[in-house]
């Protein structure tokens, strides 16, 4: 079946400092990746849709220039969380949809921003 | 995509079956029921997914009515691994006209597995 490998699993950072993280498609072509964010016992919440060579679609209320989506490629596509605060301590989620594999989830990333 | 309503939270007993419904009253003719979970500080993993006729494989069973305005996701035997919020959600299928839309997530139920 169809994999979406998400990295880092967790991470840590300062105040102010930035992170990326990568979701890659291993066994198919992802030219649509879909973020999502996800806080302690809340559901997941959409942040953006990245199309491969197009920009970035953002849901209201979520910040394009502190959430940089590059989607250079059909099989990655990064989230960078520039200027981290605190409260963008989450919980981090990719999904790329196929037709043939249906929606593909990445495992995650933790983000804690101390 | 229709709305779904789901309970809360559910126990089960470890080797027992579990049973989660979910009511999708509004459901439009061309919209499937798709089924994942969440283990916790996971991605969500696909279930299983069905238009009108129940289906099975080898995770589980949709029980879909014949109105089609609910489901009910059975796991046969239980286990503690199946611990896990469950999502139960409607929308076209992909490749259904248009570019690809995203899942969108209600609250889910959380199952837990009982010893």
């Known amino acids: 079946g169809a994999v979406v490998s998400q990295h880092p699993s967790r991470v840590i950072c300062k105040s102010g400092t930035s992170v990326k993280i990568e979701c890659r498609s291993l066994?198919?072509?992802?030219?649509?990746m879909f973020w999502y964010r996800q806080f302690p016992k809340q559901s997941l919440m959409l942040m953006a849709t990245?199309?491969?060579?197009?920009?970035?679609?953002?849901e209201q209320g979520v910040e394009k220039d502190k959430f940089l989506i590059n989607h250079a490629s059909l099989t990655l596509s990064t989230l960078t969380v520039t200027s981290a605060h605190p409260e963008d301590s989450s919980f981090y989620i990719c999904s790329a949809p196929d037709i043939l594999y249906g929606y593909t989830f990445g495992s995650g990333t933790r983000l804690t921003v101390v | 995509d229709a709305k779904t309503t789901q309970p809360p939270s559910m126990d089960c007993a470890e080797g027992r079956a579990a049973n989660l419904p979910c009511n999708h009253s509004t459901i439009s003719g061309n919209e499937y029921v798709y089924w994942y979970r969440q283990i916790h500080s996971q991605g969500p993993q696909y279930i299983i997914h069905g238009l009108k006729n129940n289906e099975t494989n080898e995770m589980a069973s949709l029980i879909i009515t014949e109105d089609r305005k609910s489901s009910t996701l059975i796991l046969p035997h239980a286990t503690l691994r199946d611990t896990a919020v469950y999502y139960c959600?409607?929308?076209?299928?992909?490749?259904?006209?248009?570019?690809?839309?995203?899942?969108?997530f209600g609250s889910g139920t959380q199952l837990t597995v009982l010893p």
């Open positions: 066994d198919f072509q992802a030219t649509t």
């Open positions: 959600i409607v929308r076209v299928a992909l490749g259904t006209g248009g570019s690809a839309r995203q899942l969108t």
């Open positions: 990245s199309n491969e060579g197009s920009k970035a679609t953002y």
